[in-house]
């Protein structure tokens, strides 16, 4: 088994790479961060016409190739209307549950730089018995710069189009292992796909394959930058990094998420996208048991960039690995560090396994 560990360096770049403003559609700083970071282990760079990013690999086989992609778009919003009063009107980029909202702070990324403001509503002291207790609805909410005129609201550069994300600064809690941050999904997604690479070039490891490691845009919106990234990479093998739901928190039910924080990454037996090729799930958890990387075994409600890439051509097996992530599509999530160092470790174990004659077992009959 590698001996990947996560250093200082790594937590910086996570720490940089999270905090990052680009929701879906807005990705580029985020890609040109990667690039700074990451093209130099790679043999060369590729890219889509959506935005995303596949630093490629050869090892002693040009084929299969092996497609390891995460996506780093983040749950956001985009600006729609500034009102004559100097409020901003929003609309989400992914999935929000509306109570997570309110009084929280966001970032407008402006053709001026940031602009901070905070998202609210009508004052509580002013609502209707009835109407505290009803959520309030994201067409109700509004961003306040602290304007108070249109005007204003333009001088600083805000426009109609422009992205906001939440304001949440990367930080480790008070337990050594665990980090949390906005945008873990999926950006550590993408952060494991790289980092298997770097291990790989740095380490000289053999691999009868050629790898390319893809950063995707777009998956909060529709899974949109895995329908286009297929056809660069043209892929014979994908395995999808991404977050998966902990069901570690009050009141989830052991059947609804089964990961753990801290027990390991998840191998994903079924999602709402796809059911992944039954020989390959199994020869990911043989891999696991032989390397001795713990893992856990999920089924999960949500869908992922697996869902396209093995749709791709005729079919393409794929597979999921999970970092069980508390509070997704929030202001902030939690994740174990070991979790990370483990997904990383199984990648490249994959990677290290995965010729031609074992992919073209995958699929015979």
Request: charged fraction near 25%; proline fraction near 5%.
């Amino acid at each position: 088994m590698s001996n990947y560990k996560i250093t200082e360096k790594e937590l910086q770049f996570l720490k940089d790479v999270t905090e990052i403003v680009a929701p879906s559609g807005f990705e580029e700083p985020v890609m040109e961060l990667i690039k700074q970071h990451y093209s130099r282990y790679a043999d060369s760079v590729k890219r889509d016409n959506l935005g995303s990013l596949m630093l490629v690999k050869k090892g002693s086989s040009d084929t299969p190739k092996i497609l390891v992609a995460g996506h780093v778009d983040e749950v956001g919003f985009l600006v729609t209307s500034i009102t004559q009063e100097g409020f901003l009107t929003f609309v989400p980029l992914g999935g929000w549950f509306e109570q997570v909202l309110l009084a929280q702070r966001v970032v407008i990324r402006t053709k001026n730089g940031p602009v901070y403001g905070v998202i609210t509503s009508k004052p509580p002291h002013l609502l209707t018995p009835e109407e505290r207790q009803k959520v309030v609805q994201i067409n109700q909410m509004y961003i306040d710069v602290g304007a108070t005129s249109k005007e204003e609201v333009e001088k600083l550069g805000i426009r109609v189009g422009d992205p906001v994300a939440p304001w949440s600064p990367f930080m480790k809690t008070a337990f050594p292992d665990r980090i949390m941050a906005k945008a873990l999904d999926d950006r550590i997604g993408a952060f494991i796909a790289l980092e298997a690479l770097r291990y790989i070039r740095e380490n000289n490891i053999e691999h009868r394959n050629t790898l390319y490691a893809a950063a995707t845009v777009q998956e909060e919106v529709g899974l949109r930058g895995a329908e286009t990234v297929g056809w660069i990479a043209d892929h014979d093998v994908a395995i999808v990094t991404e977050v998966d739901i902990a069901g570690d928190v009050p009141g989830i039910k052991p059947s609804e998420a089964q990961a753990k924080v801290g027990k390991g990454p998840t191998i994903v037996v079924w999602d709402r996208s796809m059911i992944p090729n039954p020989r390959f799930k199994e020869f990911v958890i043989e891999v696991a048991e032989e390397a001795k990387i713990p893992y856990q075994l999920s089924a999960v409600s949500g869908g992922t960039d697996a869902g396209r890439l093995h749709l791709y051509k005729g079919g393409r097996p794929s597979i999921v690995i999970g970092v069980p992530t508390r509070h997704i599509h929030s202001h902030v999530s939690i994740v174990s560090i070991s979790d990370v160092e483990n997904a990383v470790r199984l990648v490249v174990e994959l990677v290290k396994r995965l010729d031609a004659e074992t992919v073209k077992k995958f699929t015979n009959i």
